[in-house]
């Protein structure tokens, strides 16, 4: 059984940094695609970053592109989402995911991916 644990998240004001991180319980490149999403409530989940495991390449939203950036370290099988510029808007429950495999077209679509961590929570507030 795959296991993603997030962590990293916390309180910070506008235009501060923040760094998630995401353990996984597999080397991430027995995954296609990782990915970060993200959930405030009332709202869908909706996909911030991805990467290609294989060549490390980023996909992001358009909201968070220029400010944010996916990483990974396999040989740590670790995720890594480095948030800068951070907004009021970007405050939400952020999530890892993991799709075993998949297209690149559908990499920031929530439904197509198999393994979710719980949840880190992030606040930007002043």
């Known amino acids: 059984q795959v296991q993603l644990l997030e962590s990293g998240g916390g309180s910070v004001q506008p235009g501060g940094s923040l760094r998630l991180s995401c353990s996984t319980s597999?080397?991430?490149?027995?995954?296609?695609?990782m990915g970060w999403f993200r959930q405030a409530p009332g709202k869908e989940r909706e996909g911030v970053a991805a990467?290609?495991?294989?060549?490390?390449?980023?996909y992001y939203a358009d909201s968070v592109k220029g400010r944010f950036t996916i990483s990974q370290d396999n040989a740590k099988k670790t995720l890594f989402l480095q948030m800068n510029s951070l907004k009021p808007e970007d405050s939400s429950i952020y999530y890892c995911?993991?799709?075993?495999?998949?297209?690149?077209?559908?990499?920031?679509?929530?439904?197509?991916?198999?393994?979710w961590g719980q949840g880190t929570q992030v606040t930007v507030s002043s």
């Open positions: 990467i290609d495991t294989a060549n490390s390449a980023g």
């Open positions: 597999a080397v991430t490149a027995n995954f296609w695609y």
């Open positions: 995911a993991a799709m075993r495999r998949g297209h690149q077209s559908t990499v920031l679509n929530p439904a197509v991916y198999n393994y």
